[in-house]
């Protein structure tokens, strides 16, 4: 089974407010600007209408902070005025998965869907949650949605990919992989993930085309190692592989020692 990332619990700023970036650049959790995502309530007066529109601009202004619980009772203020608020529950999703509180934030997003003009972030985020939860096929549900959306975000096929590699479905993932590396020909990455794939279902050729190019960028200790299994079961030259294996040994990979012990004695 292909295991695509690990996420990091780094968190970085953007414009549209904070998220999680994972180890290939996809962003996990977006807190996403509050304005004009919800549908319209029209039995809210204006008075309450522009409460609501001051709570959700100080919970935002506490998650651009941090301060994730004073967020909630801002936004749950804002539920108490209006029970089908999509953006509140979007974000109190949001919160909880950033937290770790992957069963709670997944309820919050289910609630949220129906309600939002642009349900794509939290089809995203939604996504990623079941990931986090090792629900794959949740997952490829969420983003298979998500990529039909006019505004999907543009790394929505390594979300897929990242799906299908974790319900095995690798076939399917080399393919999301593939479009995406059409699109963004120079994204190492992807590159580097396209030749695990390659290397999982037996296809040597291409693993080692993807890591040769791959490596003339990046001098990376796995993809050594990787390069060289790929030119031993595909029948390429042994004193090149055992070449990569030492390569890979020498930036620390310790699994490259003990393939020189099994292959270059």
Same mark, same amino acid.
């Given at each position: 089974?292909?295991?695509? %990332?690990?996420?990091? !619990? +780094?968190?970085?700023?953007?414009?549209?407010?904070?998220?999680?970036? #994972?180890?290939?650049?996809?962003?996990?959790?977006?807190?996403?600007?509050?304005?004009?995502?919800?549908?319209?309530?029209?039995?809210?007066?204006?008075? !309450?209408?522009?409460?609501?529109?001051?709570?959700?601009?100080?919970?935002?202004?506490?998650?651009?902070?941090?301060?994730?619980?004073?967020?909630?009772?801002?936004?749950?203020? %804002?539920?108490?005025?209006?029970?089908?608020?999509?953006?509140? *529950?979007?974000?109190?999703?949001?919160?909880?998965? *950033?937290?770790?509180?992957?069963?709670?934030?997944?309820?919050?997003?289910?609630? =949220?869907?129906?309600?939002?003009?642009?349900?794509?972030? /939290?089809?995203?985020?939604?996504?990623?949650?079941?990931?986090?939860?090792?629900? =794959?096929? !949740?997952?490829?549900?969420?983003?298979?949605?998500?990529?039909?959306?006019?505004?999907?975000?543009?790394?929505?096929?390594?979300? #897929?990919?990242?799906?299908?590699?974790? =319900?095995?479905?690798?076939?399917? /993932?080399?393919?999301?992989?593939?479009?995406?590396?059409?699109?963004?020909?120079?994204?190492?990455?992807?590159?580097?993930?396209?030749?695990?794939?390659?290397?999982?279902?037996?296809?040597?050729?291409? $693993?080692? $085309?993807? #890591?040769?190019?791959?490596?003339?960028?990046?001098?990376?200790?796995? +993809?050594?190692?990787?390069?060289?299994?790929?030119?031993?079961?595909?029948?390429?030259?042994?004193?090149?592989? =055992?070449?990569? *294996?030492?390569?890979?040994?020498?930036?620390?990979?310790?699994?490259?020692?003990? $393939?020189?012990?099994?292959?270059?004695n």
């Amino acid at each position: 089974m292909v295991s695509f %990332v690990e996420a990091q !619990d +780094s968190s970085e700023d953007n414009s549209a407010g904070k998220s999680i970036e #994972l180890s290939d650049g996809t962003l996990l959790f977006n807190f996403s600007s509050l304005d004009g995502a919800t549908l319209k309530n029209d039995r809210l007066s204006s008075a !309450d209408s522009s409460r609501i529109e001051f709570l959700l601009l100080r919970a935002q202004l506490e998650i651009d902070a941090d301060n994730f619980r004073k967020a909630q009772k801002f936004l749950k203020k %804002v539920l108490r005025l209006d029970e089908n608020n999509g953006e509140a *529950f979007r974000n109190l999703g949001d919160i909880h998965a *950033f937290q770790e509180k992957y069963k709670d934030a997944v309820l919050y997003y289910l609630k =949220c869907l129906p309600l939002l003009d642009s349900a794509s972030m /939290a089809y995203y985020n939604l996504g990623q949650t079941y990931m986090r939860m090792e629900r =794959c096929q !949740d997952a490829l549900e969420c983003f298979t949605i998500l990529r039909q959306l006019e505004d999907a975000p543009e790394n929505t096929l390594i979300s #897929l990919a990242q799906a299908n590699g974790a =319900c095995g479905n690798l076939h399917a /993932a080399l393919g999301n992989l593939s479009d995406y590396l059409h699109l963004n020909p120079t994204s190492l990455p992807e590159l580097r993930y396209r030749a695990q794939i390659y290397m999982e279902i037996g296809f040597f050729a291409d $693993a080692l $085309a993807d #890591l040769d190019l791959y490596l003339t960028a990046v001098d990376d200790a796995k +993809s050594y190692y990787l390069r060289g299994l790929a030119r031993i079961q595909g029948g390429k030259d042994l004193i090149d592989a =055992c070449e990569d *294996f030492v390569r890979s040994r020498d930036l620390g990979n310790y699994e490259a020692e003990r $393939a020189l012990k099994k292959y270059c004695n």
